[in-house]
């Protein structure tokens, strides 16, 4: 069975600074696929960013860049200048292989400060 | 082009009641899949219908159950509602489960059992 793992307390974060939310994870899966998403107090669940794990080169989109480092399992996400809007918390997600079940982890709290 | 649809967004039902939750997924998308997320227990993986198939089931009683129509919209229903029940509903949708394939969610619906 696939796990996640998100241990950081709440951050805070002074607004323009980058931020890295830590994620472990463990599957014996070689084909899986890992997603960052975010969650606001509204609830929605916003997709960010997607990184698989036969991908040469680490994903990024906009602000938001996985770093990933498949022999250590873990796939941290930076955003970068961060923004106001950006207080939420994240979630860290795997699917494994035909299989679009997700397993998440306990997600990171990010409180954005002017 | 539109996003995950869900309704109701809010509702209250009281103790013994049935409730259900409907999502219309994101055009072109044949996989819908739920999650229950509370304080907790986190998020939850409940089913995952494709093509108007279940094709994964999460751990949870008889009393949650699913559908997919011709059309991919899907409802859920939980029937004889307990308190525990109180949580945020997520959809998720996506093309297929490959392992390129971005999974999307909804706003979610927030049930509160009285």
């Known amino acids: 069975a696939q796990k996640i793992t998100q241990t950081q307390p709440g951050m805070f974060v002074q607004e323009k600074e980058a931020v890295t939310l830590d994620c472990t994870y463990d599957t014996s899966d070689p084909s899986y696929g890992l997603f960052w998403y975010k969650q606001p107090s509204s609830g929605e669940m916003i997709f960010l960013i997607y990184q698989g794990s036969y991908d040469q080169q680490n994903a990024t989109e906009g602000r938001y860049s996985l770093n990933f480092q498949k022999a250590r399992k873990s796939a941290n996400l930076v955003i970068s200048a961060s923004q106001l809007g950006d207080s939420a918390m994240y979630f860290c997600?795997?699917?494994?292989?035909?299989?679009?079940?997700?397993?998440f982890g306990k997600g990171n709290q990010v409180v954005v400060i002017p | 082009k539109a996003g995950v649809t869900q309704t109701p967004r809010y509702l209250i039902k009281t103790r013994g009641q049935q409730v259900t939750l409907s999502c219309s997924p994101i055009?072109?998308?044949?996989?819908v899949s739920w999650y229950q997320q509370t304080p907790g227990q986190g998020l939850q993986f409940l089913f995952e219908?494709?093509?108007?198939?279940?094709?994964n089931k999460g751990n949870f009683p008889g009393r949650f159950s699913g559908r997919q129509f011709s059309n991919s919209r899907s409802e859920m229903n939980v029937s004889t509602l307990e308190l525990g029940d109180s949580a945020l509903y997520l959809c998720?949708?996506?093309?297929?489960?490959?392992?390129?394939?971005?999974?999307?969610f909804g706003e979610g619906s927030w049930l509160t059992v009285v």
């Open positions: 998720a949708s996506s093309l297929a489960a490959s392992s390129g394939n971005t999974i999307y």
């Open positions: 219908y494709f093509s108007e198939t279940q094709r």
């Open positions: 997600a795997m699917r494994v292989r035909g299989n679009n079940r997700l397993a």
């Open positions: 055009s072109g998308h044949r996989s």
